[in-house]
């Protein structure tokens, strides 16, 4: 149970978003497993946008699109700027099920993300970013936004359709696959499709690490439209929530040891993440995030 519960504090850390890159389901690594994911995005996006990865003699001419007929019709209505999506994530690493919304108007991006334990998410709002835990009850400003989900990701990359899976008992469905290969996992995403009106159903994303078992992440579309809710792009949160960054090293000692106490959090909890109570004095936002989701809630 520990196991699948820190996969869980590792993909809620990284935003559940996607991620062409392997996600670790060992027990000692979810450190590691942000840490490699980071790098490994970063390193696909360098790939993908840096004009010096490309051949000094490719053409000029813009690059014919690799995107399926169905999926494009996703495309469309992204490209209108402003949309909102709805989904619902299962995964082999985790238990239970998660519930993302990811609101976007043109430059402003709202995402939060429910799970058992409470809700968490990520705004950017007039070219300003921030962190929100409401389990924790903190915030914080970042120069990160909310990352892409899959979906934009396939799109931006352009990548070739494959078929890899053939599943017959997807049959009724539409299905265009697409597949990510880096240099020591392969992101494999099978997207299934109304025939008739081309709406999209669900996708799966299969990660497939070398030396590791699969995981495969099934997200369920319950909506995806233009509409969007303009209440949501707001900062009302900093007037209920504490600001993480903004607390002196005492401060941020009695906020952890509180929370701690309120949601069950044991010493020996603190020792499996090698941390100890005076390391709250300077303990970062996303290692206490990690701590509260593995173990808060008396092992949810």
Same mark, same amino acid.
């Given at each position: 149970?520990?196991?699948?519960?820190?996969?869980?504090?590792?993909?809620? !850390?990284?935003?559940?978003?996607?991620?062409? /890159?392997?996600?670790?389901?060992?027990?000692?690594?979810?450190?590691?497993?942000?840490?490699? !994911?980071?790098?490994? !995005?970063?390193?696909?996006?360098?790939?993908?946008?840096?004009?010096?990865?490309?051949?000094?003699?490719?053409?000029?001419?813009?690059?014919?699109?690799?995107?399926?007929?169905?999926?494009?019709?996703?495309?469309?209505?992204?490209?209108?700027?402003? $949309?909102?999506?709805?989904?619902?994530?299962?995964?082999?690493?985790?238990?239970?099920?998660?519930?993302?919304?990811?609101?976007? *108007?043109?430059?402003?991006? /709202?995402?939060?993300?429910?799970?058992?334990?409470?809700?968490?998410? !990520?705004?950017?709002?007039?070219? *300003?970013?921030? @962190?929100?835990?409401?389990?924790?009850?903190? /915030? *914080?400003?970042? @120069?990160?936004?909310?990352?892409?989900?899959?979906?934009?990701?396939?799109?931006?990359?352009?990548?070739?359709?494959?078929?890899?899976?053939?599943?017959?008992?997807?049959?009724? $469905?539409?299905?265009?696959?697409?597949?990510?290969?880096?240099?020591?996992?392969?992101?494999?995403? @099978?997207?299934? +499709?109304?025939?008739?009106?081309?709406?999209?159903?669900?996708?799966?994303?299969?990660?497939?690490?070398?030396?590791?078992?699969?995981?495969?992440?099934?997200?369920?579309?319950?909506?995806?439209?233009?509409?969007?809710?303009?209440?949501?792009?707001?900062?009302?949160?900093?007037?209920?929530?504490?600001?993480?960054?903004?607390?002196?090293?005492?401060? *941020?000692?009695?906020?952890?040891?509180?929370?701690?106490?309120?949601?069950?959090?044991?010493?020996?909890?603190?020792?499996?993440?090698?941390?100890?109570?005076?390391? +709250?004095?300077?303990?970062?936002?996303?290692?206490?995030?990690?701590?509260?989701?593995?173990?808060?809630?008396?092992?949810?």
């Amino acid at each position: 149970m520990k196991t699948a519960k820190k996969s869980l504090a590792c993909a809620c !850390a990284l935003g559940l978003c996607l991620s062409f /890159y392997g996600c670790s389901g060992s027990e000692s690594s979810s450190e590691n497993t942000a840490s490699n !994911a980071s790098s490994a !995005a970063e390193r696909i996006q360098s790939e993908a946008s840096d004009p010096q990865s490309s051949s000094e003699n490719e053409s000029s001419q813009p690059e014919e699109s690799h995107i399926g007929e169905y999926l494009s019709g996703v495309a469309d209505i992204y490209e209108q700027g402003s $949309y909102t999506l709805q989904c619902t994530v299962t995964s082999t690493a985790f238990d239970g099920e998660v519930s993302i919304t990811r609101v976007v *108007r043109d430059g402003d991006v /709202y995402q939060l993300q429910q799970e058992s334990m409470g809700s968490h998410g !990520a705004i950017t709002l007039g070219g *300003r970013s921030y @962190d929100f835990d409401y389990v924790c009850g903190m /915030y *914080r400003e970042t @120069d990160s936004e909310p990352e892409l989900n899959v979906i934009e990701e396939v799109i931006r990359l352009n990548l070739d359709s494959t078929s890899t899976h053939e599943d017959s008992s997807q049959s009724g $469905y539409a299905v265009e696959e697409y597949t990510y290969i880096g240099d020591t996992y392969i992101t494999v995403m @099978d997207f299934y +499709f109304d025939k008739v009106t081309g709406e999209l159903i669900k996708y799966t994303t299969t990660y497939t690490v070398e030396g590791q078992d699969d995981i495969v992440e099934t997200r369920t579309i319950n909506r995806l439209d233009n509409n969007i809710d303009e209440s949501v792009f707001n900062t009302d949160f900093t007037d209920s929530l504490v600001d993480f960054n903004s607390m002196s090293e005492d401060q *941020r000692l009695g906020f952890c040891q509180g929370l701690c106490g309120s949601l069950g959090i044991t010493t020996d909890d603190m020792y499996e993440m090698n941390i100890t109570t005076d390391q +709250f004095k300077t303990i970062d936002y996303d290692t206490l995030f990690k701590l509260v989701y593995t173990y808060g809630g008396g092992h949810m």
